[in-house]
């Protein structure tokens, strides 16, 4: 890391955004190399990597020190209601990469997921063992057993939910932001449906952070509180109205009570205790990132 450069593999994307401009912002624009398939963005190589080989799109691989693995079709119901076309990006095209990355001798640094697991549990560390219930859980850990089998110095990242603290942003915070601000009148939020959200910015802190410290293995990027949708969704309100009426009616529901293609796992809190011991990151509260949304928004 502190020679190479870094490749960002769905550099495009509201995680691959945020952590160019923070890489860039470290190590300096020439050291820092991005990828986009369908959203062009300056400087961004195109790659579709159900098209084209890694050694196609980017040249010089060996180059590279790590490349950080973004790119996915990172929607569970797309997932399912897809099966093949997302098993041949987020598995055949991974595994692909994969074995051209150990050829160069470049780093994976895999982007995996909370809903690795069951959700039976809640509170997961790095040891727990997976047992994914919906078809993208699946496909990820499939990855991160490949990796495991076969390239022990590969970094894996179960990432929890993420949110940003742009009004104009990605996350669910942000969105339920705008449907409030925008005068909706009824909110549902499910209850019974419970992770650690993770704020964007702490999540390219942590891969950052890794990278620097050589680790390796699996690490969980979680935020400090395991929270239901309900609660984060009244953190938000609760924060908005510190600076003014809000008239919202909030009902609370269960989770199945939305129409996923598969039924959700409930409780994939994560627990980051590895991630702060390796790295002395903080994770920030949904409460102070929502006071600066609200803050940002004004
Ligand atoms: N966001 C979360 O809450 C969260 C939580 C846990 C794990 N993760 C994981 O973190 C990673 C990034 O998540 P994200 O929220 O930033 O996802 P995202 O916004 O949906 O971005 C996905 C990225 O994949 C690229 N991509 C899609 N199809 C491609 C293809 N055929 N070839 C090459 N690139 C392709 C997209 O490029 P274009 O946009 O240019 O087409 C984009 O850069 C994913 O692997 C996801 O599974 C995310």
């Not at 742009?166 to 499910?190: D, L, M, Q, S």
């Not at 209850?191 to 702490?202: G, K, L, M």
């Not at 609760?238 to 009570?257: A, Q």
Request: aromatic share 6%; hydrophobic share 40%; with cysteine.
């Amino acid at each position: 890391m502190s020679e190479g450069k870094i490749l960002v593999l769905g550099g495009s994307g509201f995680i691959g955004h945020h952590l160019c401009a923070r890489l860039a912002a470290r190590m300096g624009e020439d050291r820092v190399v991005a990828t986009y398939n369908g959203t062009f963005f300056s400087g961004g190589l195109k790659f579709d990597a159900r098209a084209e080989s890694l050694v196609q799109a980017v040249p010089s691989l060996e180059t590279f020190s790590h490349a950080v693995i973004l790119l996915a079709n990172a929607h569970p119901d797309d997932c399912a209601r897809n099966p093949e076309a997302s098993r041949a990006l987020n598995v055949t095209a991974i595994k692909a990469i994969i074995d051209q990355l150990a050829e160069s001798g470049t780093r994976p640094v895999f982007a995996s997921t909370e809903v690795v697991f069951d959700g039976y549990k809640g509170g997961y560390v790095e040891s727990d063992p997976v047992n994914p219930i919906l078809l993208y859980g699946k496909q990820k850990a499939e990855i991160e057993e490949c990796l495991q089998d076969h390239v022990p110095d590969a970094l894996v990242l179960r990432i929890a939910n993420v949110y940003g603290s742009n009004p104009a942003g990605g996350g669910v915070i942000a969105g339920w932001h705008r449907t409030v601000a925008g005068g909706t009148e009824t909110v549902r939020c499910a209850r019974d449906y419970t992770a650690s959200p993770v704020h964007v910015d702490d999540v390219a802190e942590a891969v950052i952070r890794l990278m620097e410290e050589g680790a390796t293995g699996i690490y969980h990027v979680a935020g400090p509180q395991p929270l239901s949708r309900l609660e984060m969704f009244e953190t938000l309100l609760g924060e908005m109205r510190r600076s003014g009426p809000v008239n919202v009616n909030v009902v609370s529901c269960s989770i199945d009570d939305f129409p996923t293609e598969e039924k959700r796992p409930r409780d994939v809190s994560m627990r980051s205790d590895r991630l702060m011991a390796a790295t002395g990151l903080e994770m920030r509260t949904l409460r102070s990132a929502c006071c600066d949304l609200v803050a940002a928004a004004s």
